[in-house]
C-alpha cells in the first residue's frame, strides 16, 4: 500500500492566485514529520516547509502552509500568491522510524503549472 | 543548512562497468542517504549510509549493486556497479543536520546514463 498519496499528477493555476496540492500518507507511528519539496526543471530539490505530528499549530513559510489534519491524515500544501517561479514539480514526502532508523517516503509528486 | 556537492554532475558509462558518486557536506551531519529518481518517477531511498559501520538498505537494494560508504561525517560515497541501461537514473545525497529541526537537504544530483 502506498504509504503517501499525491492524487493529482498536475495541477494549473493562474498567477496570483493559491492553490492547495494534496498529500494523504499512512502510518502506525505515532511520531512522524512531514514534508514538501520542490522539484524545477533544473533537477534540485528544494525543502519547503515540514510538519512534525506533534504540531498543533499548521507550519507556515513565507507563501508556503501547510494544511495539516491529523484524524484525516492530510497534509497539504497551500501556496498563496502563486508566481511563475512556482512552476514545478511538488513531492509530498513522511519521516517516520522503522527498523531502528528514520525511513523517508515520497509521493509520487504533482506538477504544478502556473500561468501568467 | 547544509551546502552539498556531489561529484561527478553527470556522466555516460558503459553497460558493465561501474561508477562511484562522491557527496560532500560542508558541516558535519547526523545522517546521509542516498535516493535514485528514474526518469520522470519519484525520489526511492537507496540506502541510509552510516559513519562507521555498513550502510542500511531498502528492500530490493543490495550491497553487492550499490556498496556505500562513509568514512566519516561530512562524507560519502555511493558506487552503481555492473552498470546496466535500467540503472540510468539521477542519484542524489542528502543528509539530515540533526539540528533544531528535521530539514533534510538535497544535493544537485548526478545524473547516469547507461549505454
Redesign the interface.
Known amino acids: 500500500a502506498q504509504k503517501i498519496t499525491q492524487t493529482q499528477p498536475g495541477m494549473f493555476v493562474q498567477e496570483k492566485e493559491a492553490v492547495t496540492l494534496d498529500c494523504t500518507y499512512d502510518t502506525s507511528d505515532q511520531s512522524y514529520g512531514l514534508f514538501w519539496y520542490k522539484q524545477p526543471s533544473s533537477g534540485e530539490m528544494i525543502f519547503l516547509i515540514y510538519q512534525g505530528s506533534y504540531d498543533e499549530q499548521n507550519a507556515t513559510e513565507g507563501r508556503y502552509s501547510l494544511n495539516f489534519q491529523k484524524a484525516r491524515k492530510s497534509a497539504n500544501l497551500v501556496i498563496s500568491a502563486s508566481q511563475l517561479g512556482d512552476s514545478a514539480m511538488y513531492f509530498c514526502a513522511m519521516r517516520e522510524w522503522l527498523s531502528g532508523t528514520y525511513k523517508y517516503i515520497f509521493g509520487t509528486g504533482t506538477r504544478l503549472k502556473v500561468l501568467a | 543548512s547544509a551546502v552539498i556537492s556531489q561529484k561527478p554532475s553527470r556522466d555516460i558509462c558503459q553497460r558493465g562497468t561501474s561508477l562511484t558518486i562522491q557527496c560532500q557536506v560542508d558541516s558535519q551531519v547526523t545522517?546521509m542517504?542516498w535516493y535514485r529518481q528514474q526518469p520522470g518517477?519519484?525520489?526511492?531511498?537507496i540506502a541510509?549510509a552510516n559513519q562507521g559501520s555498513e550502510a542500511?538498505y531498502?528492500s530490493g537494494f543490495v550491497i553487492d549493486k550499490f556498496p556505500i560508504s562513509r568514512p566519516n561525517l561530512t562524507f560519502s560515497t555511493l558506487t552503481v556497479s555492473n552498470l546496466s541501461p535500467e540503472d540510468s537514473s539521477?542519484y542524489?545525497c542528502?543528509v539530515?543536520t540533526g539540528r533544531d529541526?528535521?530539514?533534510?537537504?538535497?544535493g544537485?544530483?548526478t545524473?547516469l546514463t547507461v549505454t
Open positions: 545522517m542517504f518517477q519519484s525520489l526511492t531511498l541510509t542500511t531498502e539521477i542524489l542528502s539530515e529541526s528535521y530539514e533534510q537537504y538535497f544537485p544530483g545524473r
